[in-house]
């Protein structure tokens, strides 16, 4: 009896047991047809299913990549290496398209984003290897602008800020023209105004009594063989010092004159004061410089990116704070040769009227230049050239959310627009925003490598050089990691590399292993290697 009991006990266990299994079973099988799209569904109930955390879609850099293909993918078993076969191109990997740089070889959820990694596919069409495709929902998810190329001239307003300083070719040097006396001073101090023809500095000079005298004595003598020595005793004056006005004076007047006075040869200030009265001056001492202030310079800093549409002659208006409610004309006499490393600006030099002495040296002023108007060509807004530092190239936006790099050859810029002198065409739409994304999609596709270097017909495919070491070897593909590749532009980053024939291949790979590649890229497949050699490994200490 006891026997009895025992054995129908064990058997409601195992009944038990079986009846949790089966639930466990069921829950586990209604959890994944919860996660995954049963076979057959169609897109729409899914959709009509609303979006779960994991159900935001980037949308297909290359269609039919997505979310769904990868769950797709799941419940298929499928992975990087095999045949989709809905499309029917063999999938090269999957990858997060907001970390486009990081590829995996079997689907799942992405470790960067709330999202499903999306795969990428081989084979694709010769417009799909020249240009990368992103939904309209994506668009608006990255906020993606364009713009159109438009014809038109640069010809506006530059404006500028620069100070004022005092108009170099405007400065006159006074000096003594023979050995003398400073007698008197007209002019006191540093930065007096003096007008045109006014006096400066009574010079008394001895050694011109001699001269006169002599020429005064042979001035009342009459004769044959006179005026060859008159002639004589003039030029002794000249050699003096003194000038053809004095020798007048003396000759009409018929007395000494040993005193000079200086006069101002222009109207001005006196910059520079260097004798005091009685001081002793030698032939061609500096006695004080002037400073004319009919006109004064305007230096001012221009952008580098506007400098070539102003040139000598450009008309500027100015005006300043220190001379309130008043304007100031003038022309840029010169564009110095030198720009400025930390501002990158060019000084303009600028040529202003100052008929009343108000703009003086250091005096801030605000310029508005007038540049010559440039011929008609081709403008895009500057925020869509992406300027690499060996070439600019635009996202071109086409029809069907298709995007395509193309390479530029950029112009002047001023107010935000930039010429275009090759590579677009009227009406065609730039990319204002977000390009750097897609461009980063397009480069890792090996599109930017043959933008514009498509080779002629017949010609050989380039070939690169690299190290790399093993990561993944399967079928006729290796992952390899590999060091920054200059000549593509590529960083250092994991891919996949096509395999030559076995009877080229080593004998022996392993993952690992170190290797030196020669390979050339393929339209819309992964690069294909030509030539491998397996390295030893690296010594270590």
Do not use: C
């Not at 990428?120 to 929902?137: K, Q």
């Not at 001269?211 to 005026?227: I, K, M, N, S, T």
């Not at 980063?440 to 690299?466: F, I």
């Amino acid at each position: 009896m006891k026997h009895q009991r025992a054995t129908t006990v064990l058997a409601g266990l195992a009944v038990l047991a079986a009846a949790s299994g089966a639930g466990w079973w069921l829950g586990v099988q209604q959890g994944k047809a919860g996660a995954l799209p049963a076979a057959g569904e169609p897109a729409s109930a899914q959709a009509a299913a609303g979006p779960g955390p994991t159900d935001i879609d980037p949308s297909q850099w290359t269609i039919p990549q997505g979310e769904e293909a990868t769950r797709r993918h799941i419940r298929d078993g499928l992975k990087a290496g095999d045949q989709d076969p809905v499309t029917g191109r063999r999938i090269l990997n999957y990858h997060d398209p907001m970390v486009p740089g990081k590829n995996f070889d079997a689907p799942a959820k992405s470790p960067f984003m709330d999202m499903m990694l999306v795969p990428r596919y081989a084979g694709t069409d010769a417009a799909d290897a020249s240009s990368v495709t992103v939904s309209s929902r994506i668009q608006q998810n990255l906020g993606l602008r364009t713009a159109p190329v438009v014809e038109g001239s640069l010809a506006s307003e530059v404006t500028a800020v620069g100070n004022v300083a005092w108009n170099e070719r405007e400065r006159v040097e006074v000096s003594s023209r023979a050995m003398g006396f400073v007698e008197k001073l007209h002019v006191k101090a540093t930065f007096d105004r003096v007008a045109a023809g006014a006096p400066l500095a009574d010079l008394y000079v001895p050694e011109w009594v001699a001269a006169q005298e002599e020429y005064l004595a042979l001035a009342r003598l009459d004769g044959e063989g006179v005026d060859p020595l008159k002639d004589a005793a003039r030029q002794r004056m000249r050699q003096a010092g003194m000038t053809p006005a004095h020798i007048q004076r003396v000759a009409s007047s018929g007395a000494v004159q040993p005193r000079l006075t200086l006069t101002a040869p222009l109207a001005g200030i006196v910059s520079e004061l260097m004798v005091r009265e009685g001081a002793t001056v030698a032939p061609g001492m500096a006695l004080m410089r002037l400073q004319g202030t009919r006109t004064v310079w305007a230096e001012g800093a221009v952008p580098e990116s506007q400098a070539a549409l102003i040139g000598p002659g450009t008309r500027v208006r100015t005006t300043s704070p220190g001379a309130p409610g008043e304007r100031f004309e003038g022309r840029v006499q010169a564009l110095l040769p030198e720009v400025d490393a930390v501002t990158r600006t060019v000084r303009a030099r600028v040529e202003l009227a100052n008929p009343q002495g108000r703009l003086v040296p250091g005096m801030q002023v605000s310029m508005r230049l007038d540049p010559r108007a440039g011929p008609a060509t081709l403008l895009v807004p500057s925020d869509a050239i992406i300027r690499t530092g060996r070439r600019s190239v635009v996202m071109l936006a086409e029809d069907g959310g298709r995007f395509r790099p193309v390479e530029v050859v950029p112009g002047n810029e001023a107010n935000g627009q930039t010429e275009v002198k090759a590579g677009l065409e009227a009406g065609q739409r730039v990319v204002l925003s977000g390009q750097f994304l897609i461009d980063s999609e397009a480069s890792l596709r090996g599109l930017e490598a043959r933008l514009n270097q498509e080779p002629p017909a017949g010609a050989a495919q380039p070939r690169y050089t690299t190290d790399a070491v093993i990561d993944a070897l399967a079928g006729d593909t290796v992952t390899l990691t590999h060091p920054p590749i200059p000549a593509l532009k590529w960083p250092e980053m994991q891919m996949d590399f096509r395999l030559p024939p076995k009877e080229r291949q080593p004998r022996r790979m392993e993952v690992g292993d170190r290797l030196q590649i020669e390979f050339e890229m393929q339209d819309g497949d992964v690069p294909q290697i030509t030539g491998l050699k397996v390295m030893p490994p690296e010594k270590t200490r």
